[in-house]
């Protein structure tokens, strides 16, 4: 798409109504642009995005990559697949906001990609080896990550990151995993672990919401990780943007991404904010899309950036007397 200049106001900040804005149209379902108003962009906050890689020319969408980027499979052979969901995921997580196609919900965050797919396996459906995903983990919180993004589902447990993800736990991560594309009523793993008491409190599972709001029939169900279970844009969301076009994708792997955005918006507001903290704010102020309180079809309910940032300040200001 031709660059829109006035999609980027005086102040730097996103102009609704904007062509750039309006594809972006998660960023306004997720009910962010209050953060935008603050000036809350993510900045401070690294987010780790555990994934195909972005590569080549990709680097050039992130106002802010993190030199300790890196692909964890050495001496990783070429392949004709189609790995381009490691940039799809982290654009619109962190992609940078310059006018031009479109822009992450944390376009200021410190993006740390880290690829860990299966060499050669992105010729037909892009997978990943249980040891090097619990590398990868280790990886994010070595370098810093406050919030790790996992954009994968499996359909069996994966015992093999189990120490991983409590260590990122115990370091105050918050962990924002996939529910899956099946529309099953449980998630899949990693994101089943949020059921788990020895990673609940850490972990945040996704499922995918379409433009009109709602949880997409295809997105697999809260289940029993409904406490810890929020829908966030993930239906036909706009990546890929050239000159001339854009390209429409889905999953809930793309609702990660704002949710995992979400949570270094909040943690870039208050950086006392705990992880734990982070989580329970995205949480507790989504927006009921069945009957009150969690349930098992939607969990929580739909992800609302604007009432956990009041929610993130009210408690700042009660705690300061």
Known sequence: MPADTAG??????PRPGSIE???SWGVEA?????????????????????????????????????????????????????????????????????????????YGATLLSIRADRDGSCRKTCAFDADVLARAIEYAVDHGARVIGMPMASRRPIPQIEPALARAAARGVVIVAAAGNDGSDQPHWPGRYASDPRFRDAMIVVGASSRRGDLTRWSNKAGLALDRYIAAPGEQVVVNCTTRFCRLTSGTSYSVSYAAGAAALLLSRDPGLT????????????????????DPLTGRGLLDVRRALQTVDRERDEARG
Do not use: C, N, W
């Open 275 to 294: 992880g734990p903290e982070a989580a329970a704010a995205l949480l507790g102020s989504a927006r009921d899309l069945a009957d009150r309180g969690p």
């Open 8 to 13: 980027v106001g005086r102040d730097g900040r």
């Open 21 to 23: 804005y309006r594809l």
């Open 30 to 106: 997720s009910r962010a642009a209050r953060a935008y108003s603050k000036g809350v962009t993510g900045r401070g906050v690294v987010v780790a995005m555990i994934d195909t890689g972005i590569g080549g020319t990709s680097a050039d969408l992130f106002a802010d990559l993190s030199p300790a980027s890196t692909d964890l499979v050495p001496d990783r052979h070429e392949d004709d697949g189609d790995h381009e969901h490691g940039a799809q995921t982290a654009s619109l997580l962190a992609g940078r906001l310059d006018g031009a196609g479109t822009f992450g919900i944390a």
